[in-house]
């Protein structure tokens, strides 16, 4: 079963292409506040722009040397024409970089159709207002690709497939640290519905909860929480992890914790729901409680019975570091054991980690 | 609308500097405090009009930080943020700002404990975990006017959603401080922050002169009234007082350009305020810088007229604030650049890529590329922190200046 989480994420381009082939839509969403529900209910599949691991896609970006490496690689696959088969991309902003670099893309023209999603930073009644008519707005610029009219009841539809989304994945997570699962597996369980249309995701979940047992075998290895944005270098520190005698048992990745996090309560109008269901509500730097975000890395850690936590920041990164700094507070005040790692994707700045992950677990011995 | 001052009316440019420099405000903040004024920590985006027409006094952290930067004074603010693992990859402005803000004092001394936050959203988004932070760490009721990331900012529907919250930073205000709002007096500020936008827009204007009579050194720090008293009588004075002066200047053929003025640049960026000293060297080489969007399109009565409108405050308040430039495709924002080199008559460009401010910096080398390609001058790079001076050279810049000299000198034989 894993093996068909893998391939998702491993062949999502020739997967889209095949989707694209048998006539659906794609629109591309950079970065987690994109509402993929709406997306999918103009009748096109959301995808999201995920880091490929080749060093020549951040040089052929031609973005300024001090900003992330995530927008850089994207940019670069963009050139290289890696999304040929994306139709439109979405930006909702959740960092300084992630929202301008959408310039450089329409400056550009790289794709027929680019998104700026207009997302609120309060959860006012004005700003509910404000945003159930930018969704309304999108919905019909989304119509204009696909000609199908986002109502009440497709929204609703599509709304509730990603809320069993969210629950699929929550039993998931509740359920992990008692199996025998690697912690690689879960990156692919995870970031596969990222690239998957939901409605197979969710079917790929529901086969793999049914069959997912629970091992009652005790391990000696130390368990860890591990919180990533990058899912290349993720996999890497779990390696570099399992090498030292320790094992990751539960993780934050980002991508996760932004779409996974919150079920969408669908009283009233499905936009306005919608509004809500994104307001305040989504863990984004800024925009979310920092007490509740530390408390929710900590309850994870205690579910999940691990001893330390690895933080994975990828550098240039300034909207995580400045997360981190500042949950660092709490980190102190609770002495929680964690590590804070800080890398470039790529092989020399990923095998400089290894030392620190060795003291790190050799630490909690 | 206000009619400018009578020009005959002369206002004493000496005493307007006393009042209005970067240590007499910090002098008028604790003064302010002494008597009893709310104080409210502030970006530098939010509307000062409405706090000091509730007599709020503002203290606006990027300022104090590009201060502290100027005077050398920052180190100890960057030395805080590094202990408590703040990254260099953050702006900063943040960092330096949350220094004085652990700290409780900024370069010129001890600062007052705040009563309010508050931040815009439109410039960075940075501003709102900067003030996130604030209001987690320092449990201040906070305050945030949010802009939404736009590519149209003259959206009415945006407009609209910003001046309903500048009623609601008024109520905030009330709900937190013994302030009654007065619409009055909000008039009366919006009428003081018109004529600051008015004389400082007339003394860009006065840099068409060849030769320019101001030196953007000078300017840079000249515009701090426009940052941190916008609203107050005592800033339209000073900008009044200094427009007379650079008329002056004008009369008396006087140019900052040492030996004359042979060539007239745009700077594109922020002021690099711990080494302000390189626009000094361009200018030791003959050269003025005459144009700026950090000058020009940032600060001032940003609305289509130029003007602001004291009857409707709130409606004029909203155009104004939401007008940021980096909002705008970058096409329309490279129209402005566009207009300067035909009505500033420039020879080439010098633009600052600063790792602090990816709204300013993103979008620069595409700028530069139509630059080139339409006027086909000559664009020098910098790179560095506009207040961070860790890893700038002086020696590094004073060698990228005297070539960039060299190819302006041999473009004018």
Known sequence: MISEFKERIEKRHELGRQLKNDGKKIV??????????????AGIVPIQLIEERKSQYEEK??????????????????????????????????????????????????FSHLFLVRTPSTASKTAVNYYTAELKRLAGELEKISGTKVTADSLCASIALYNESRELFGRFYDLRPKTALSAESAVYIFSSALVTPVEEHNDMMRRLLSNLATDSGASNDIKLMLCAINLNMAIDVIRMVEKYGGTVVTDDLTHNARYGSNTIDMDGDPFEALARGYLRKVPAPGIYSFEKRATEIK???????????????QLYCDAYAIEYAILKERFDAWNLPYLKLEAEDNPSSIEQLNVRIQSFVESLL | MAEAQNPEEKVDLKSMMKKLSAGASYRRMMAAHEAGRPICVASAGIPSEIMFAMDVYPIYPESLAAISSGIRKAEEFFGEARARDFSSSVCSYTRCGLGISWTNKCAFGPIPDPDLFMTDVSICCLHVTWWAYLEDHFKKPTFFVDQPATDDPDDPAYIDYYEKQLREMVKFIEDNTGSVFDIERLKETVRNSDLTGLYWKKIMELRKHKPSPASFRHLAGQILPLVTALGEKDAADFYLAFYDHYRDLIKQGVTPAVGGEKYRLIWNGIPIWHNLQVIDYFEKKGANFV?????????????????LDPEDPFRTLAVKYTNVLTNRPIEERFKFFEQAVDEYDVDGMVMFSNRSCRPQSIGQDETVEMFRQKYELPVLIFEGDQADAEGFSWEDAKNKIDGFVEVLEARKR
């Open chain 1, 28 to 41: 591309a969403c950079f970065y987690g506040l994109v509402p993929k529900e709406l997306i999918h209910a």
């Open chain 1, 61 to 110: 970006s031609e973005l300024l040397p001090y900003l992330c490496g995530m927008s850089k690689n994207l940019t670069g696959q963009i050139y290289a024409d890696v999304f040929d088969y994306v139709d439109g991309v979405m930006v909702g902003t959740v960092c300084d970089t992630n929202r301008h670099v959408l310039d450089i893309w329409a400056h550009r023209k790289l």
């Open chain 1, 299 to 313: 309850d994870r850690m205690t579910k999940a019975e691990a001893r330390g936590m690895i933080y994975l920041i």
């Open chain 2, 291 to 307: 144009w700026e969007p950090y000058t020009s399109l940032s600060w001032g009565n940003k609305t289509p007229s130029g003007r």
